[in-house]
């Protein structure tokens, strides 16, 4: 066994060196925006059945609902028969916290709320759940963003914050 110290290519040493500069500054960037700046991940919340979501529980009848003064759940049901979001129209007052839950009853959808960081896929079989609060009155319209099929661009509606 040699003593010498392993020799390692000048440039090889620099490619590491920027290899982990870059680690350390995205786990900084993630920390930052988890912690401090509260940009959320879109993840399934729960899985639901996509065949019975629309008989019973929170998503037969989808809208608003208050949990306590300020502050509400959203639940949004994406289809495809016909092409459209329930609602399609929801009214909060502003200063509203608002927890989204989406989920469609057939085919990949997506939901993206203008001027807010509202925005994710919408599968059948989970549940996609972010939460907002709307500091400024308006009107705030959602589209579905995935190619479901020759209605999506039928399927949009409208937050109004009063
Ligand atoms: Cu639903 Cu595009």
Redesign the pocket.
Known sequence: MSSEKMHIDPYEKKFMVIGIVVLVVFAISITVAGFMLGIQVPSPSQLIDPNTVADSGPYADPGLKELSPGNYELYIL???SP?R?YPEEVSVPVGATVTFHVT?AD????FKLQDTNINFM?LPGQQSTLTYTFEETGEYPY???????V???N?YGVITVE
């Open positions: 994406a289809t495809a092409w979001f469609s085919v990949q959808h997506g919408v589209v579905c963003t995935e190619y479901c099929g209605g999506h661009q399927m």
